[in-house]
């Protein structure tokens, strides 16, 4: 009689006891999980930067963290385990390293336009110099007046001009002029460009 009582009590025990257990996990199943501040200190606690998001989640059947940290020189995302802290899931993004493309893009640019600036300042400067060659050039072009060639020839030795006459000669223009002297016979050629003695050539007058 006393041990089917011991039994009824024990069995007692048991059944409210277990009723407690089931009644204490259904009404508190957070209680598993890691709270908010939990989870942030673990991931401070490995990572460094702000903590821009913190969500609690689920996937899979399992209570998951996910969280955004932004740092100095990079950004992590990253899903945690909601009981254990475990780390499931870590994207870490360089940003210093993306922000140093874009500035490398941007210098590339700048420096494209700078030497396109320079090759244009340089494209000008040759016109520019083409334009004064080419008015030097229709300078040099001009042909001396036929009166300054014989003013030329006769300063040079004067005398009677026999015979002047305008020739060309490989692609160069001359004046031919022929002096009498009071000695020689003088003949010249001058450049018709520049006004300079080419050539001279002299006869004295006793070899007639």
């Keep these: 009689m006393k041990n089917k009582l011991f039994f009824i009590i024990l069995t007692i025990i048991i059944v409210i006891g277990s009723v407690v257990a089931i009644y204490n996990f259904t009404s508190n199943p957070a209680s598993a999980y890691l709270s908010e501040e939990e989870a942030k200190e ?9 903590i821009m998001e913190l969500e609690l989640d689920e996937e899979n059947n399992r209570k998951v963290y996910e969280v955004e940290i932004k740092g100095t020189d990079r ?52 016109e520019q110099n083409e334009e004064t060659k080419q008015q030097s050039d229709n ?21 009677t001009i026999t015979d002047f006459e305008q020739d060309e000669d490989d692609g160069r223009y001359l004046y031919e002029i022929e002096i009498r002297t009071n000695t020689h016979e003088v003949d010249l050629e001058i450049d018709a460009y520049t006004g300079s ?12």
């Design 42 to 50: 673990k991931v401070s606690d490995q990572f460094s930067g702000k």
């Design 75 to 126: 950004d992590y995302e990253l899903k945690i385990d909601a009981e254990t802290g475990e780390i499931l899931l870590l994207n870490e993004k360089t940003g210093t390293l993306r922000d140093n493309s874009v500035a490398k893009e941007e210098a590339a640019d700048d420096q494209d336009n700078t030497d396109q600036e320079d090759k244009n300042e340089t494209d000008n400067k040759d």
């Design 139 to 159: 300078a040099n072009n001009t042909l001396i007046s036929a009166e300054e060639a014989r003013s030329i020839a006769t300063d040079q030795y004067p005398g």
């Design 197 to 208: 003695i080419i050539s001279i050539s002299k006869d004295d007058l006793d070899d007639d």
